[in-house]
């Protein structure tokens, strides 16, 4: 081949390899993370899965800078329909939302029943002792709120009658408020349940025993569901890859739980322990605890009696997200 010819094709070569292999160096940039506001209701065990999601770094391996905010139910509600946050972890507050027409829906389910236990001051011996009583909540309207009321429902109570139902806020300030004797009962998750139980406080009732329905999951607007379903599978495939880890690592989780709730190894463990079996394997949404929620709107005549499960959750991005992880 001639020497002219030769350095032809070896330049026509050499360029079309750089036009089809990009640049690359040590430096180079990877793709920006996309910024996310998600409320939650309370520092607790409730919302143990978007913690492990951020503090092991779940979020951002999928590409999503996670900022986790505390708000009441009805604030993040607000913020959420505003666009002042983009999700919430209020599942009971978004189902009864989208019920009553808002243009939100459920996307997953973290716990498949709440596991509040009813813990009451020495003097209280038994649920049936509480009427009359006093009883500490973290809102009115939360799943928090409707699990005392469908447990108290359970022993005979009223609970707009027999007792007083009082919303404190945050698990923390319940349990301070307790403890100074402001409250009868409180109603609380791990670790403040254990926490109480170690310091000889009698735990009456668990509500996991009476009440079947999702306790905390994902939730947001329409909207956003039609037109950033990317963001959505992100942190979707996070918090899959946060209930895999709490299933399958009860030593990681126990260490975030010690440092995220400012405890010590003892009593994580025992908090983990306590808590484990109630969380989702897949983050699917059950329809049937869905139904449970909807059908006290619907005794209450808070929601026709015509809206079904499927007209408050949105199924499909789960079911994408899990097919994406691979199963």
């Known amino acids: 081949m001639k020497p002219k010819l030769l350095a032809f094709y070896f330049t026509l070569g050499f360029t079309a390899t750089l036009l089809i292999v990009p640049a690359s160096s040590p430096g180079q ?5 996309e910024k ?6 309370t520092s607790s065990m409730a919302f143990l899965v978007p913690f492990v999601a951020k503090d092991r770094g779940l979020y951002l391996k999928n590409g999503a800078e996670v900022e986790l905010i505390q708000m009441r139910p009805n604030v993040a509600m607000a913020a959420l329909l505003s666009g002042d946050i983009d999700y919430v972890e209020l599942i009971g507050s978004i189902i009864r939302s989208a019920a009553k027409g808002i243009p939100v829906r459920a996307v997953s389910t973290s716990i498949k029943a709440p596991f509040f236990s009813f813990v009451a001051q020495s003097k209280y011996k038994s649920m049936k002792d509480l009427k009359g009583a006093t009883i500490g909540l973290a809102s009115i309207g939360g799943t928090n709120y409707i699990s005392t009321r469908l447990t108290l429902r359970h022993f005979g109570f009223d609970p707009d009658k027999d007792v007083k139902l009082l919303a404190i806020g945050d698990e923390k300030l319940m349990y301070d408020a307790f403890k100074i004797g402001r409250v009868d ?10 926490l109480a139980k170690r310091e000889g406080y009698p735990l009456l009732a668990h509500t996991a025993q009476y009440v079947t329905m999702p306790f905390s999951g994902l939730g947001t607007t329409i909207e956003r569901i039609k037109n950033n379903r990317g963001q959505i599978k992100k942190i979707l495939k996070s918090e899959i890859e946060a209930l895999r880890f709490i299933q399958s690592n009860a030593a990681g989780t126990t260490d975030v739980i010690r440092k995220r709730f400012n405890m010590d190894e003892k009593l994580a463990r025992e908090s983990y322990d306590v808590s484990v079996d109630a969380f989702s394997r897949d983050g699917r949404v059950p329809l049937d605890g869905v139904d449970i929620l909807l059908q006290i709107e619907k005794d209450a005549r808070q929601i026709l009696p015509t809206v079904t499960p499927q007209m408050v959750v949105e199924p499909s991005l789960a079911e994408e997200a899990l097919k994406e992880l691979g199963r």
């Open 29 to 33: 940039e990877k793709p920006a993370l």
């Open 36 to 41: 996310v506001r998600i409320a939650v209701a």
């Open 185 to 194: 009962c409180i109603v609380v998750a791990p670790p403040y349940s254990v």
